[in-house]
T-cell receptor
Framework: AQKVTQAQTEISVVEKEDVTLDCVYETRDTTYYLFWYKQPPSGELVFLIRRNSFDEQNEISGRYSWNFQKSTSSFNFTITASQVVDSAVYFCALRGETSGSRLTFGEGTQLTVNP | DSGVTQTPKHLITATGQRVTLRCSPRSGDLSVYWYQQSLDQGLQFLIQYYNGEERAKGNILERFSAQQFPDLHSELNLSSLELGDSALYFC???????????????????FGPGTRLTVL
């Protein structure tokens, strides 16, 4: 069975602060994919990043960075110098090799960035 | 804009009724997925179609059904609606590599804007 845990239900920061969203996953598959999606107040789900289980290299994209650690089954997401437009619900998701193509989502973290 | 379209954006109906949600995948994508997002269940996978055929089933109720047409658009039919069916329904699509029986469905799913269903 696949499971994704996002322990932080809500996070509130002030603009320009750095913030890290935690994601812990469980799978017995040796090959799997991890994702982060953003759901702004308008409601759509926006794809942010995908990592493969065999590639533990961390990634940085502008103010966004991701830290993938297989040893702790974690795939954390950091926003540097947060902005009000970053306010959204962020979902971590997992697709395991044996679960077909379905995504298993965490419960989401509501991030509020205050001016 | 992900390239996945869904209609309608909002739907309000009464208990016991039947509705149809429509989805058009990104150009060239053969896989279509349906997900339900509700307050108590979170985001849950319902069903996947690949090139017109059902590929995988998740937590989809028997009152719900889906199909994918030859032009690759998909419809999700919800019948005998209950209050608890009120939710945001997402369609997603993903691309594939290769052709025919050797095709491999790529992992990244791109989501449409969703249809918000309210059952009164």
């Amino acid at each position: 069975a696949q499971k994704v845990t996002q322990a932080q239900t809500e996070i509130s920061v002030v603009e320009k602060e750095d913030v890290t969203l935690d994601c812990v996953y469980e799978t017995r598959d040796t090959t799997y994919y991890l994702f982060w999606y953003k759901q702004p107040p308008s409601g759509e789900l926006v794809f942010l990043i995908r990592r493969n289980s065999f590639d533990e290299q961390n990634e940085i994209s502008g103010r966004y960075s991701w830290n993938f650690q297989k040893s702790t089954s974690s795939f954390n997401f950091t926003i540097t110098a947060s902005q009000v437009v970053d306010s959204a619900v962020y979902f971590c998701a997992l697709r395991g090799e044996t679960s077909g193509s379905r995504l298993t989502f965490g419960e989401g973290t509501q991030l509020t960035v205050n001016p | 804009d992900s390239g996945v379209t869904q209609t309608p954006k909002h739907l309000i109906t009464a208990t016991g009724q039947r509705v149809t949600l429509r989805c058009s995948p990104r150009s060239g994508d053969l896989s279509v997925y349906w997900y339900q997002q509700s307050l108590d269940q979170g985001l849950q996978f319902l069903i996947q179609y690949y090139n017109g055929e059902e590929r995988a089933k998740g937590n989809i109720l028997e009152r719900f059904s889906a199909q994918q047409f030859p032009d690759l658009h998909s419809e999700l039919n919800l019948s005998s609606l209950e209050l608890g069916d009120s939710a945001l329904y997402f369609c997603a699509s993903s691309a594939q590599r290769g052709m025919g029986g050797e095709a491999f469905v790529l992992a990244t799913q791109y989501f449409g804007p969703g249809t918000r269903l309210t059952v009164l």
